[in-house]
């Protein structure tokens, strides 16, 4: 079936580090990927998508790149700050009428 | 953007009492709407899938009568906990589909968080 792995945190970094966050999917055909951001105690904003192979989603600094052939979808951010502190969630949609199947989750503290 | 609200954010209630959330897409009509819970630093569950007239599409253990889902208008949906134990505390999340042309996003309201006593 379809699923999605992260690397497990929690990430700790300090203030204008380098990021990374793992993403791989397992899935038939072209999926939508996605990363989802999740602040303390709020819902969750859609960060960036790509929708096909190739695709680079990008926002607030963040970028990510939808690798086929290595089926994932990581997350990277050159330069992070305290405010960049949440939950980060990958995720995948296959068509219109399925689910979106998230991550397990991967929490980030940036210290100053 | 779309955005979809959701109310109460936060609700305490006593042991066996029912309370109700309520998610609206405030500026887009949603045939589709999805609720999920989520445990502390855990992930989002899928508890189910609201359509628009229709009844609820309940994930595998998820109880249905527990959890009575509406989607009466093309903007609203409910999600009634009924006779709420302690072990239903959790952060409820709704979301919403908006098609758009070819692909569609779903788009999240801010949570729940239901506290039984």
């Known amino acids: 079936g379809n699923s999605v792995t992260q690397m497990e945190g929690p990430v700790t970094l300090s203030e204008e580090a380098f990021l990374t966050i793992n993403c791989t999917y397992t899935?038939?055909?072209?999926?939508?990927l996605f990363w989802y951001v999740q602040y303390p105690g709020e819902g969750l904003q859609l960060l960036l998508k790509?929708?096909?192979?190739?695709d680079k989603g990008s926002n607030k600094g963040f970028e990510a790149t939808y690798r086929k052939e290595t089926t994932s979808f990581h997350l990277e951010k050159g330069s992070v700050q305290v405010s960049d502190s949440a939950v980060y969630f990958c995720?995948?949609?296959?068509?219109?009428?399925?689910?979106?199947?998230f991550g397990p989750g991967t929490s980030l503290s940036v210290i100053p | 953007g779309a955005v979809v609200s959701q109310h109460p954010s936060w609700v305490i209630c006593k042991s066996g009492t029912s309370v109700k959330i309520e998610c609206r897409s405030l500026?887009?009509?949603?045939?589709?709407m999805f609720w999920y819970r989520q445990f502390p630093k855990q992930s989002l569950m899928l508890m189910a899938t609201?359509?628009?007239?229709?009844?609820?599409?309940?994930e595998q253990g998820v109880e249905k009568d527990k959890f009575l889902i509406n989607h009466a208008s093309l903007t609203l949906s409910t999600l009634t906990v009924t006779s709420a134990h302690p072990e239903d505390s959790s952060f409820y999340i709704c979301?919403?589909?908006?098609?758009?042309?070819?692909?569609?996003?779903?788009?999240f309201g801010p949570g729940t968080r239901l506290t039984v006593t």
């Open positions: 979301s919403a589909k908006a098609d758009r042309g070819l692909t569609y996003e779903q788009y």
């Open positions: 899935a038939t055909g072209y999926p939508s």
């Open positions: 790509a929708t096909k192979a190739d």
């Open positions: 995720a995948l949609l296959k068509t219109s009428y399925d689910k979106v199947i």
């Open positions: 500026d887009f009509q949603a045939t589709t």
């Open positions: 609201s359509n628009e007239g229709s009844k609820a599409t309940y």
